[in-house]
């Protein structure tokens, strides 16, 4: 203990007797050295471990560590993410997938038990359970939600239509973070729901954030001013259309004329209500569809025909051997059908209905020119004049001054751009010489402190680095001569100087005297 405590102190003793300079290279040789340490352990870890299962729930998280503790495999937990040997990884993975739930049990509950001897009230409560269940795991499939809890309380029935009460559900969602649901997103969640439980309407349903909100307040609502939203829409889509063919008319004209020289504008009316057009086309030629033969013969005896003579000489009679009569008779029906051709055409929203084209032209324009350019346009815009498209085209002097108040208004926002840069640019400029001045002045500072210390002699004591305790010179004082100095004090002190140097040859020249003062 005293060795350990000896070489303690000899190290102390040798590290305050150090100059500054050297304990800061020390100080910082030592400080990298942990650095790399920390980095090749940080990195080794790193590369040991990899992710098992990561965004684990509680329930999930504490079967999967339990497990891994069964199986005695190295682990660690950071978070809501279980890391184990890399090698491991795969195996464990598909050994242990089977046991995450995500927090939630569904049908697996029905598979559990026997269902021998179980009553209807607690079937139908493990079904509940399970249907819940299913519903958050789906739920928390979709990529905004984070987690979902589900509950339902179950319709009940009565034998009076009157007595009965539908289902009512509450569903509790937690969102990512930088995630948010569209009213589209929860009637989404909500006809979900209704779907999955029986006689469970969506005006039942509530939905709410994990910041107590209560989104699904006035979305059912909002479908019914759906109507109003397309109408929106389309006045939208028609605006799209109409830029589409401007640009598309500005730049077929604009490398011929100018760019400051020619306007353009389109309008359009679009028909968005789908329809359907039933057409049919007949045959003249006639089909034959079916046709019937029929044929009675009868026979009889001679006998008396009738007293009329018309009667008589319009039978069909015909006497045979000892006058018996033969009749025929044949009746053909022949059915004929025309033949016909359905087809039905089914007509998209958003078919043009008419286009008008107006195009103005800086400068007077000549027949000739202006009936080229209608071709042009025409043929960009898709012209049709049985459905009432019109095209304008106008040549007239442009206001020269709107083009300079234009030009003057990009000069100064570029002279206005540029002083900007300009100025971040000084500004940087001038931080990074102040910054590289006040580096310089700490650096020839350092190096005078340093150069001073190793020029003065060093002390034993520490000394505090930036520490502003001013160093005292020490005083000196002039030595006080209480003896007068003669022969006599100067035989004393060389006596007793001989005497210090040569102690063995003082002893035996007194010990002479002695033995002279005994004879």
Avoid: C
């Avoid at 002083?419 to 350092?446: D, N, P, W």
């Avoid at 502003?468 to 000196?476: D, H, L, Q």
Wanted: net charge negative.
């Amino acid at each position: 203990m005293n060795k350990l405590s000896e070489i303690f102190t000899k190290l102390t003793d040798k590290w305050k007797s150090t100059s500054i300079g050297k304990k800061i290279l020390f100080g910082t040789i030592i400080s990298v050295v942990l650095a790399l340490i920390i980095i090749y352990v940080s990195y080794s870890n790193a590369n040991k471990y990899g992710v098992l299962f990561s965004d684990l729930t509680s329930e999930d998280g504490n079967t999967i560590s339990t497990k891994l503790d069964e199986l005695k495999v190295d682990k660690y937990i950071k978070g809501n993410t279980i890391y184990v040997p890399k090698e491991q990884v795969d195996e464990l993975r598909l050994q242990l997938a089977g046991e995450i739930s995500g927090g939630s049990k569904g049908y697996e509950l029905l598979d559990s038990g026997n269902s021998f001897g179980m009553t209807d009230e607690e079937f139908n409560l493990k079904k509940l359970r399970a249907t819940q269940g299913e519903l958050e795991r789906t739920i928390k499939s979709f990529p905004q939600i984070e987690n979902a809890r589900v509950h339902i309380t179950p319709a009940e029935e009565s034998v009076f239509i009157k007595d009965e009460k539908p289902a009512k559900a509450a569903v509790y969602i937690q969102l990512k973070a930088g995630t948010k649901l569209s009213s589209e997103n929860i009637r989404s969640i909500m006809a979900l729901v209704s779907g999955s439980v029986e006689n469970l309407p969506k005006e039942n349903i509530e939905v709410i954030d994990d910041k107590m909100n209560l989104l699904s307040k006035g979305v059912l609502e909002e479908e019914e001013e759906d109507f109003t939203t397309s109408v929106d829409k389309q006045q939208a889509m028609e605006r799209e259309f109409e830029k589409k063919l401007e640009n598309a008319l500005m730049d077929m004209l604009v490398p011929a004329i100018g760019r400051n020289k020619v306007n353009v504008k389109v309008y359009s009316d679009l028909d968005f209500d789908a329809k359907e057009n039933t057409v049919i086309t007949y045959d003249p030629n006639k089909v034959e569809v079916s046709s019937q033969i029929i044929r009675e013969n009868s026979s009889s005896e001679e006998g008396t025909n009738s007293a009329s003579p018309v009667d008589n000489n319009m039978g069909n009679t015909t006497p045979v051997n000892g006058g018996t009569n033969t009749t025929t008779k044949e009746d053909i029906t022949t059915n004929y059908k025309v033949g016909e051709t359905t087809s039905k055409v089914i007509s998209a929203p958003g078919e043009v209905k008419r286009i008008t084209a107006s195009v103005i032209i800086d400068g007077k324009l000549d027949e000739a020119t202006k009936a080229d350019l209608e071709r042009l346009v025409s043929g960009v815009i898709g012209f049709k004049e049985d459905r009432g498209d019109s095209i304008s085209i106008v040549g007239m002097t442009f206001d020269p001054s709107a083009n300079e108040e234009e030009a003057k208004a990009i000069a100064e926002l570029k002279e206005a751009t540029e002083r900007e840069r300009r100025y971040q640019l000084y500004k940087t400029l001038a931080v990074a010489g102040v910054s590289l001045v006040a580096f310089t002045i700490a650096m020839i500072f350092m190096f005078k402190v340093m150069r001073k210390k190793k020029d003065e002699p060093q002390s034993t004591l520490d000394v505090v680095i930036g520490g502003n305790i001013p160093v005292k010179e020490a005083v000196k004082f002039d030595p006080i001569d209480l003896e007068v100095e003669n022969e006599k004090t100067h035989l004393e002190q060389e006596i007793k100087k001989y005497a210090t140097n040569k102690p063995d040859q003082v002893a035996d020249i007194v010990r002479s005297w002695l033995a002279e003062d005994e004879r």
